[in-house]
């Protein structure tokens, strides 16, 4: 014997024929609690509510979920683009670098005036505007 609801009545389905159960036969109180209905329509939606689970786990619950992978995501797209500036910047002082190793008045000039250098006997003056 089967029992479920059809049309608003609680059923009970014998084989042979359907016959409506008596309400001292089913605990009409848990039916008309909340938490009654929801395993009610868990029994009649098995299939939505493992989905619904799933869904749920996957988004918000997983070590790896949808959230954490999007912040990660944004997170790889920074950094790259950060490695690309940085790439372009290794790219200009490289190309300083080789500049300076080719030509040394350039070298000079660098170092006089970026970190004060000069040759011996020369009198270096400083004029401030």
Known sequence: MLRFVKNGQYLLFNCKKILPLQKNNFNSEFMNDSIGTFFVWVKNNKYWFVTITFLLIIVF????NLIKHFQNQREIAILKSEIQELKEELEVLTYKSSELHKDIEIMEKVARE???MHKDGEEVFIVED
């Open 61 to 64: 619950f997983d070590e790896n």
């Open 114 to 116: 970026k970190y004060g």
